[in-house]
């Protein structure tokens, strides 16, 4: 479950091109600029020069040709715009800290190095800024570790540009939205502290629940799939499995159906979430802690070594294991009194029959997934709660999400650690929600989904950019949609959908060289399914991701905008 670099980098590269997007330039009351004066006219009006904009200004004051001057914006452009002389720029500033200090010393702030280097990027994107603004900047850096100056530094100016207020809770979540810990172990990590905590008041069993449904529940439609072939193992497509193995899935099929739902879902929970080895994953990483002798290598060729560790393991939790290491199979899984027991060929057969069944494999699981999450995490909760009330509902419907969960419990929780983790949790929801761009006749935007799969845990990140419709919507004909997510298999995968009037230009980019052949076995299908959507596909490109030292997906996100053996399935969409 652990974040790849690329996954991490890619979302700050996308979080870095929304912040340097340039809009408009707009100039409000109170606001400072830094201004060469261009051209006099009479009455005291002048053609002033700010950034990459030039505009007509009524001055306060007499000013000199070919100047600099800092300037303080008085009236609008619609009430007509008006410029106070602040201070003249004495000689030449010749480099952006020069530049940046005669900033500080104007609004009397001190001058040091994290304020040098936020005065530096707000004068490298020309943006217009008031002394409080400036101020509450300054008190938010002084605030936050050096460590983390350089993120902070990028969210003030994107709020800056976005006119969001500057508080700590805003850059919070901003800065939240280039984090390098995935979505997914967040959620579980809070799970895990929420069950710990000492007070289970109301609001904290919610918000267990919300949890607890949201990682266990998503796949409800996989394990049904699974069961149904059990029963009748001849309908799975291509599938390799052996007359004897086709006869004990039927056979399990009918011992687990004697088992209620909960016990069904546990027990094939369980079963996937084995290894190779039959050992679940706690199991593993307690293994992988325990000491190891200096300079001892543990490697897959010396399986004495791993006995011997794995028997320590199970000698603290008194489990024998048998003689090839392996858990007993009356004990491969242990249940709560009555309940069925799953032998270790059993789990085996379960995980070779899951390896071949596609997780999400029609549209409308997908569909429906998405819409749940979105549902179930509330990052529209405040859009769908006014809207409620502009209606005039009395009653307040749907708003039960993890989002609004983590808001009432926060206050309620004892540990100061899960209150950490609950207040990150809580900014990065929020991130997401502010880093949506609505730039006129387009929109940007990410959406970051966790994704609690049988046996694989992963965030899913979507990045949508395309024309806008009348009703707001992003307009299908014409738009760009870039997928990153981790698989078990694959690893690192980014797909680049480009659409220009319903056609599709798509790159896959992947280091596995297996996946150039799966998708061209399968993409005449994917041709005809797209068609009967008024889809056409003009190319699709499968190529691995470039190297440098270490792969960073970041940069090869500019360069698409410019520009062992595998079995089973990972995700079908």
């Given at each position: 479950?652990e974040?790849?670099t690329?996954?991490s980098?890619l ?8 912040k ?10 109170n606001q400072?600029v830094?201004?060469?004066?261009q ?8 053609l002033?020069?700010?950034g990459q904009a030039?505009?007509?200004?009524q001055l306060e004051?007499?000013i000199k040709?070919?100047?600099?001057y ?6 609008t452009e ?11 720029v ?6 952006k800290?020069?530049t940046?200090?005669?900033?500080l010393?104007v ?16 004068l490298k994107?020309?943006?217009p800024?008031?002394k409080?603004?400036?101020v509450?900047?300054t008190?938010?850096?002084k605030n936050?570790p050096n460590t983390?100056s350089?993120?902070?530094?990028h969210?003030i100016?994107f709020?800056?540009?976005q ?6 809770e805003i850059?919070k ?5 280039q984090?390098?810990t995935?979505l997914?172990q967040?959620?579980d990590?809070?799970l895990q502290l929420?069950q710990?905590?000492n007070?289970?008041s109301?609001?904290?069993?919610q918000?267990y629940n ?7 529940n ?10 149904d072939?059990m029963?009748n193992p001849?309908q799975l497509n291509g599938?390799?499995l052996?007359s ?5 899935l039927?056979e399990?099929h009918?011992?687990?159906?004697m ?5 069904i879902?546990?027990?094939l929970?369980?079963?996937?979430q084995q290894n190779e080895y039959?050992?679940?994953k706690?199991q593993?990483?307690q293994a992988s802690s325990l000491p190891?002798k200096?300079?001892?290598?543990l ?15 199970v000698?603290q939790?008194?489990?024998p ?6 858990t007993?199979?009356s004990?491969?899984i242990?249940?709560?009194?009555n309940?069925?027991l799953?032998?270790q060929d059993?789990?085996?057969l ?5 390896a ?7 549209k409308?699981?997908?569909l429906?997934?998405f819409k749940?999450l979105?549902?179930?995490i509330g990052l529209?909760?405040e859009v769908?709660?006014w809207?409620q009330?502009?209606?005039?509902k009395?009653?307040l419907?749907?708003l039960?999400?993890l989002?609004?969960?983590l808001i009432?419990?926060?206050n309620e929780?004892?540990?100061t650690?899960a ?5 990150q949790l809580?900014?990065r929801f ?6 949506q761009q609505?730039n006129?006749p ?7 989904y966790p994704l609690?799969l049988?046996?694989h ?8 950019d395309g ?7 992003i307009d299908?004909?014409?738009c760009r949609i870039?997928?990153?997510l981790s698989?078990p298999?694959l ?6 959908v480009q659409i ?5 230009n ?12 799966l998708?061209a076995?399968?993409?005449?299908e ?5 068609e ?7 190319s699709?490109?499968?190529k691995?991701f470039?190297?440098e030292?270490?792969v960073n997906i ?8 410019s520009s ?9 969409i």
């Amino acid at each position: 479950m652990e974040q790849t670099t690329g996954l991490s980098n890619l979302i700050r590269q996308t979080f870095s091109n929304l912040k340097n997007s340039q809009p408009q330039l707009t100039l409000k009351e109170n606001q400072v600029v830094l201004g060469q004066v261009q051209k006099l006219f009479p009455e005291q009006k002048a053609l002033i020069q700010i950034g990459q904009a030039t505009l007509v200004a009524q001055l306060e004051t007499a000013i000199k040709g070919n100047e600099s001057y800092w300037f303080t914006v008085k009236g609008t452009e619609h009430t007509g715009l008006k410029l106070k002389v602040m201070k003249q720029v004495e000689g030449l500033l010749t480099n952006k800290i020069d530049t940046a200090k005669d900033l500080l010393e104007v609004f009397q702030l001190k001058n040091t190095k994290q304020n040098l280097a936020l005065t530096r990027e707000i004068l490298k994107e020309n943006i217009p800024i008031t002394k409080e603004q400036l101020v509450a900047a300054t008190d938010v850096l002084k605030n936050t570790p050096n460590t983390m100056s350089s993120q902070a530094i990028h969210a003030i100016v994107f709020a800056l540009k976005q006119n969001y207020p500057i508080s700590n809770e805003i850059i919070k979540s901003l800065m939240s939205i280039q984090t390098s810990t995935p979505l997914v172990q967040q959620i579980d990590k809070v799970l895990q502290l929420i069950q710990a905590e000492n007070n289970q008041s109301g609001a904290i069993k919610q918000l267990y629940n919300v949890l607890s449904n949201l990682t266990e529940n998503q796949t409800d439609h996989f394990d049904k799939k699974l069961l149904d072939l059990m029963k009748n193992p001849e309908q799975l497509n291509g599938h390799t499995l052996s007359s004897k193995e086709v006869l004990n899935l039927k056979e399990l099929h009918v011992k687990l159906t004697m088992s209620n739902d909960e016990q069904i879902k546990s027990m094939l929970k369980q079963a996937l979430q084995q290894n190779e080895y039959g050992i679940e994953k706690p199991q593993i990483e307690q293994a992988s802690s325990l000491p190891i002798k200096e300079n001892q290598k543990l490697t897959m060729s010396n399986l004495e070594q791993i006995k011997t560790l794995l028997n320590q393991l199970v000698q603290q939790n008194e489990q024998p294991l048998n003689k090839t290491g392996l858990t007993q199979p009356s004990s491969a899984i242990q249940f709560k009194e009555n309940q069925l027991l799953l032998s270790q060929d059993e789990i085996m057969l379960i995980r070779k029959l899951a390896a071949n069944v596609p997780l999400l494999s029609a549209k409308e699981n997908v569909l429906d997934l998405f819409k749940t999450l979105d549902t179930k995490i509330g990052l529209q909760d405040e859009v769908k709660l006014w809207d409620q009330l502009m209606k005039g509902k009395e009653e307040l419907e749907g708003l039960l999400s993890l989002k609004n969960s983590l808001i009432a419990a926060r206050n309620e929780i004892v540990s100061t650690l899960a209150r950490e983790e609950v207040d990150q949790l809580i900014h990065r929801f929020n991130g997401q929600t502010l880093i949506q761009q609505d730039n006129g006749p387009t929109q940007q935007f990410i959406s970051q989904y966790p994704l609690f799969l049988p046996h694989h845990q992963t965030d899913l990140t979507i990045q949508w950019d395309g024309k806008k419709r009348e009703d707001g919507s992003i307009d299908p004909a014409f738009c760009r949609i870039i997928f990153f997510l981790s698989l078990p298999r694959l690893k690192d995968v980014m797909i680049d959908v480009q659409i220009q009037n319903r056609v599709m230009n798509i790159s896959i980019l992947n280091n596995n060289a297996v996946l150039a052949v799966l998708v061209a076995s399968k993409s005449e299908e994917l041709k005809q399914t797209l068609e009967t959507m008024n889809y056409r596909i003009s190319s699709i490109a499968v190529k691995p991701f470039e190297k440098e030292n270490k792969v960073n997906i970041a940069n090869q996100v500019q360069t698409i905008k410019s520009s062992p053996f595998y079995q089973g399935v990972d995700l079908k969409i």
